[in-house]
């Protein structure tokens, strides 16, 4: 069936650094994808989106990049900062009318 | 810029009662999804609705239904509530444009607990 994971569940990396969140997916058919951010008990935050027509695209101190050829996606964040430590979800839009998360990716920014 | 609005942000339920969620999406948004997430887990897909009919159907319980009413608003109704239902709902909502999916909102979730 459709899946969308994770490969780390916590990434712990130094303020000032860059991280790097990975994500698979399987759904071949899927055209768009899209990266949450969520603090405890917040609902999820559109950081940033892509769509299958693309391999990369560039947001304030984010990317998101694509390779539909081993179906992966990653989102990275410059200059990681005390403010991004949270539970990032990738999520897929299948052909249907529901969004698909994945297993969140906890970043820990410590000074 | 208006969010998407849910209520109540809390509440407690006993077993066995009945619970009503509701769910104002972005003005102009006409899809709108729910999504259940328990402690640590990811967000799951309950059931969405576009232009007040229902689209898709995940892992809803039969306990559970919910609607989407003239106003685009919904409410998801949790009935012969357990133990198990205690989690996060969130509500999201959307405005996909010529059948071209787009980035969907969620809403600051209700804490749902059921003792």
């Known amino acids: 069936g459709e899946s969308v994971g994770l490969h780390l569940p916590t990434l712990s990396v130094q303020e000032g650094d860059n991280s790097i969140i990975n994500c698979a997916y399987s759904?071949?058919?899927?055209?768009?994808f899209i990266w949450y951010k969520q603090e405890s008990g917040k609902g999820p935050q559109f950081i940033i989106d892509?769509?299958?027509?693309?391999d990369k695209r560039q947001g304030q101190r984010v990317t998101v990049l694509l390779n539909k050829t081993v179906k992966h996606l990653s989102l990275q964040i410059a200059a990681t900062q005390p403010g991004d430590s949270a539970v990032y979800f990738c999520?897929?839009?299948?052909?249907?009318?529901?969004?698909?998360f994945g297993t969140g990716t906890r970043l820990q920014v410590f000074p | 810029a208006a969010g998407v609005i849910q209520s109540p942000r809390h509440l407690i339920k006993e077993k066995r009662e009945t619970a009503t969620l509701k769910c104002y999406p972005i003005?102009?948004?006409?899809?709108v999804y729910w999504y259940q997430q328990g402690p640590g887990q990811d967000p799951q897909f309950l059931i969405s609705?576009?232009?007040?009919?229902?689209?898709d159907k995940g892992s809803i319980p039969d306990r559970f239904s919910a609607q989407q009413f003239s106003d685009y608003h919904s409410e998801l109704n949790m009935s012969s509530l357990e133990l198990g239902d205690s989690a996060l709902y969130f509500c999201?909502?959307?405005?996909?444009?010529?059948?071209?999916?787009?980035?969907?909102?969620f809403g600051q979730g209700t804490r749902l607990t059921v003792v």
């Open positions: 999201a909502s959307s405005y996909p444009a010529s059948g071209v999916n787009t980035e969907a909102f």
């Open positions: 759904n071949s058919a899927s055209d768009y």
């Open positions: 892509i769509r299958s027509n693309m």
């Open positions: 999520a897929e839009w299948a052909d249907t009318d529901k969004l698909i």
């Open positions: 003005p102009r948004h006409d899809t």
């Open positions: 609705f576009y232009e007040k009919m229902q689209s």
